[in-house]
């Protein structure tokens, strides 16, 4: 089984601030990675899909880049609405162990 | 526009069974890939099974093997998952999901 290793598990940084998440493939999925934002309460929302495209209606702060094997996701400069956990997963498969996002 | 719609979920004891299906629409179902993911209260989301595109092939995570089957149906654009000896632990909202699309999701409640 292909397993997903997310870091970090918790990022704080502050408004203004470029944040980048990383996420490997114990094997390679060529571009078949999500990244999805979930807030309190709410189910997770995708951000990006094929690992490097935006969802349609997401802010282009957002961004994220990889194949094969190594994958990262960035937002260029954190709002005060981004604060939130991130997830990775391969298409059909595992998710990342989650990235906490917080305010410094 | 795909659209995925769970139906199906409820509160069941343990031990119990329940069949979750999924109407999809607005793509051709029968060319894709298609998983169930859950979300249990207060964790992360978790993938619980795939399957292919003709059904040749069914994947679980461990914690399901046995238990729970998934299938689908090309002809009526539906995925399914019998989900047999219910525990505490599969207690979730299951989203019947294709690539990074999910569905509103269907809340299974596994309590006595």
């Known amino acids: 089984d292909i397993q997903m290793t997310q870091s970090p598990s918790t990022l704080s940084a502050s408004v203004g601030d470029r944040v980048t998440i990383t996420c490997r493939a114990s094997?390679?999925?060529?571009?078949?990675l999500a990244w999805y934002q979930q807030k309190p309460g709410k189910a997770p929302k995708p951000l990006i899909y094929?690992?490097?495209n935006l969802k349609s209606g997401v802010p282009s702060r957002f961004s994220g880049s990889g194949s094969g094997t190594e994958f990262t996701f960035t937002i260029s400069s954190l709002q005060p609405d981004d604060f939130a956990t991130y997830y990775c997963q391969q298409y059909y498969g595992v998710f990342g162990q989650g990235t906490k996002l917080e305010i410094k | 526009e795909v659209q995925l719609v769970e139906s199906g979920g409820g509160l069941v004891q343990p031990g119990g069974s329940l069949r979750l299906s999924c109407a999809a629409s607005g793509f051709t179902f029968s060319r894709y890939w298609m998983s169930w993911v859950r979300q249990a209260p207060g964790k992360g989301p978790e993938w619980v099974a795939r399957?292919?595109?003709?059904?040749?092939?069914?994947y679980y995570v461990d914690s399901v093997k046995g238990r729970f089957t998934i299938s689908r149906d090309n002809a009526k654009n539906s995925l399914y998952l019998q989900m047999n000896s219910l525990r505490d632990e599969d207690t979730a909202v299951y989203y019947c999901?294709?690539?990074?699309?999910w569905g509103q999701g269907t809340l299974v409640t596994v309590s006595s």
């Open positions: 094997q390679s999925i060529s571009n078949w």
């Open positions: 094929r690992a490097s």
């Open positions: 399957i292919k595109e003709d059904g040749s092939e069914k």
């Open positions: 999901a294709r690539e990074e699309v």
